[in-house]
Nanobody, 114 residues
Framework: QVQLVESGGGLAQAGGSLRLSCAAS????????MGWYRQAPGKQRELVAL???????NYADSVKDRFTISRDNAKNTMYLQMNSLKPEDTAVYYC????????WGQGTQVTVSS
């Protein structure tokens, strides 16, 4: 069964940090490039960071040098360390495959206050 469960969101002040986790079923995670996405109110979902199965990473310009994506292949888990948070980072964050995304999880809300 394909399953994605995001956690770790919450309320942070500008300049603060949060660490998100994504627990994935093996069928969606193994050997695949995975990504963190976010969707702010009234906006389309956007890809903010991705990591290949061997650990190569890429980031959207808006989060570069502030966010760090990582994965633990043995645990089918992916992380997003978010530092120097800004109010514009406020969104629901999701994880999924980058190519051929599977069913979306419920996401985790990140709210950054100024």
């Amino acid at each position: 069964q394909v399953q994605l469960v995001e956690s770790g969101g919450g309320l942070a002040q500008a300049g603060g940090s949060l660490r998100l986790s994504c627990a994935a079923s093996g069928s969606i995670f193994n050997g695949r490039t995975m990504g963190w996405y976010r969707q702010a109110p009234g906006k389309q979902r956007e890809l903010v960071a991705l990591i290949s199965s061997v650990g190569n990473t890429n980031y959207a310009d808006s989060v570069k040098d502030r966010f760090t994506i990582s994965r633990d292949n043995a645990k089918n888990t992916m992380y997003l360390q978010m530092n120097s948070l800004k109010p514009e980072d406020t969104a629901v964050y999701y994880c999924n495959r980058v190519r051929d995304p599977g069913p979306w999880g419920q996401g985790t809300q990140v709210t950054v206050s100024s």
